[in-house]
């Protein structure tokens, strides 16, 4: 089972994922976007950071809806309202229990990807963070590692994908060859989220 | 009972949206009867989209007979379709227009001028997207 304290790993190894990376989501955010992801996620994780410092939840929905009401908050980028929105929603769904399982998570990430469908109107195949999440939830119901790699490998296939969403979608054909950004800040989420369980 | 219905103008740009509020307020000849707020870039003065902005600019325009927020692009409309999805951090009554940035901006600061409640300065602004230019 998975208790507060776990989720506070999550999100810790989250931020330290976006610290390291931040660079390379900028520079892959230059080839095919405004060139602010890295930075943008980095400034969010930092006040996710300080905020579960400063109040620890102690539930793991608690942990979720803190982290996502930071990010839409402070974040200032896209990114901010759509990973604020699968925290939070994610956090909804897990309710009030201190203890929850690993397919209880799964479920939660599904209704969270859903929200962010709605929100940002997009589809697997159009090139967003969904492609990565979406196959990473799936494959949570077999283990944390099968998350991992599903998230990563969804990251990759999107490189041959043609943009049908936000700045990037604008670009047309040239947005083709390039890995996305916000799949890529997914799978920094799901490879935390399987570094917490290890 | 009510007053104005509010306009919020959120642009990734907080000259852009200033400039467009200046703008619609002045073609509609509404001077101070409507209240139009400007919510553009982040706090720091740069590009992009703040919540805070947002949702304070909504609160200083609400007279009770609802806002309508205008939004540029990506972020701006991410942020206030979220921030509407959250349920507590806008006055009631707010909504997310569909309507092309300035020239909604200009319809929906007329038709609020002109007294009319939200679903007519919704429907003015999202008329907009049907004036052709060519």
């Known amino acids: 089972m998975l208790d507060a304290d776990f989720f506070l790993r999550w999100m810790n190894a989250l931020a330290d994922a976006v610290d390291r990376e931040a660079g390379r989501l900028t520079e892959l955010d230059a080839a095919i976007g405004d060139a602010d992801h890295g930075t943008n996620l980095q400034r969010g994780f930092t006040a996710v950071r300080a905020a579960l410092e400063k109040d620890a939840p102690d539930t793991p929905g608690a942990v979720l809806m803190l982290t996502g009401r930071q990010l839409i908050s402070t974040v200032g980028g896209a990114s901010g309202p759509l990973y604020g929105t699968l925290l939070r929603r994610a956090g909804k769904a897990l309710g009030e229990e201190a203890e929850v399982s690993r397919a209880q998570l799964a479920e939660a990430l599904r209704a969270g990807i859903a929200a962010v469908a709605q929100l940002g109107g997009a589809k697997a195949g159009d090139k967003t963070m969904l492609d990565a999440l979406e196959p990473a939830a799936a494959a949570l119901d077999e283990s944390f590692a099968a998350a991992r790699e599903a998230a990563d490998e969804g990251a990759a296939a999107t490189v041959p994908m043609l943009a049908r969403k936000g700045r990037a979608s604008y670009l047309g054909e040239r947005s083709i060859g390039h890995q996305d950004p916000g799949a890529t800040s997914s799978a920094l989420l799901v490879g935390a989220l399987e570094e917490a369980a290890r | ?134």
């Open chain 2, 1 to 134: 009972m009510t007053g104005p219905v509010g306009i919020v103008l959120v642009s990734h740009s907080a000259q852009v949206a200033e400039s467009v509020a200046d703008l619609a307020r002045r073609l509609a000849g509404a001077g101070d009867a409507v209240p139009v707020a400007a919510a553009g870039g982040v706090a720091d003065g740069g590009l992009g989209t703040s919540p805070e902005l947002t949702a304070r600019a909504a609160h200083q325009v609400d007279r009770g007979a609802g806002v309508a927020v205008l939004v540029d692009i990506g972020s701006a409309v991410l942020t206030v379709k979220a921030l509407l999805a959250e349920g507590d951090e806008l006055p009631e009554g707010t909504r997310l227009v569909d309507a092309p940035f300035v020239e909604g901006a200009v319809a929906a600061v007329v038709t609020a001028a002109a007294g009319a409640d939200l679903d007519a300065v919704e429907a003015a602004a999202v008329e907009a997207y049907d004036y052709r230019k060519v």
